[in-house]
């Protein structure tokens, strides 16, 4: 996954687990506007924001790099 993927997949999951970006924001301590910023890719999430996201949806960010092809150890 290159950082041109991030925002949609980080929404797609989103959607998938049936979270608003309320919910998830309250997850992860961020503001809905800041999740809302990190899915249309106006703004980067640091690494760290990254993995705390996808765990909070319940994914490994390593899992999520693997499953696009991309997966470097």
Do not use: H
Request: proline residues 3%; charged residues 35%.
């Amino acid at each position: 996954m290159n950082i041109t993927e991030l925002p949609e997949t980080m929404k797609v999951i989103r959607k998938q687990k049936r979270l608003s970006c309320l919910e998830l924001a309250r997850m992860v301590d961020k503001d809905t506007s800041q999740i809302s910023r990190w899915e249309r890719g106006i703004t980067e999430p640091s690494l760290e924001e990254i993995e705390k996201v996808f765990e909070a949806m319940g994914y490994s960010v390593k899992v999520v790099v693997r499953e696009k092809g991309e997966y470097v150890e």
